[in-house]
């Protein structure tokens, strides 16, 4: 079974930073596409970015463009999200994503408040 794991969420006071990590269990990782989610209080889950399998491209929400960076590490198996510029509309719980062949493996999320 496909197990995802996420971490490094926590309290930020607006304009900060915090790096989101989302380990895989053991398997080969490198063929899934992944991507980071998340889910405000009363609001849809939402794709706030995501990077292929094949050739690491990658693409952003356009309310996170220019502050957040997804990013992964093949070898240890590990997808990240930097994320900058913190606004209070960033708070959520923050889900990691895999899809191969058309699965979807999610994460259980991790909470980020952004908030003075």
């Known amino acids: 079974q496909v197990q995802f794991v996420e971490s490094g969420g926590g309290l930020v006071q607006p304009g900060g930073s915090l790096r989101l990590a989302c380990r895989a269990s053991?398997?080969?990782?490198?063929?899934?596409?992944m991507s980071w989610y998340r889910q405000a209080p009363g609001k849809e889950r939402e794709l706030v970015a995501h990077?292929?399998?094949?050739?690491?491209?990658?693409n952003y929400a356009d309310a996170v463009k220019g502050r957040f960076t997804i990013s992964r590490d093949n070898i240890m198996k590990m997808v990240y999200l930097q994320m900058n510029s913190l606004k209070p509309d960033d708070t959520a719980v923050y889900y990691c994503?895999?899809?191969?062949?058309?699965?979807?493996?999610w994460g259980q999320g991790t909470q980020v408040t952004v908030s003075s």
């Open positions: 994503k895999g899809v191969l062949w058309g699965r979807a493996y």
């Open positions: 990077i292929t399998s094949s050739d690491g491209s990658t």
């Open positions: 053991a398997f080969t990782f490198s063929p899934y596409a």
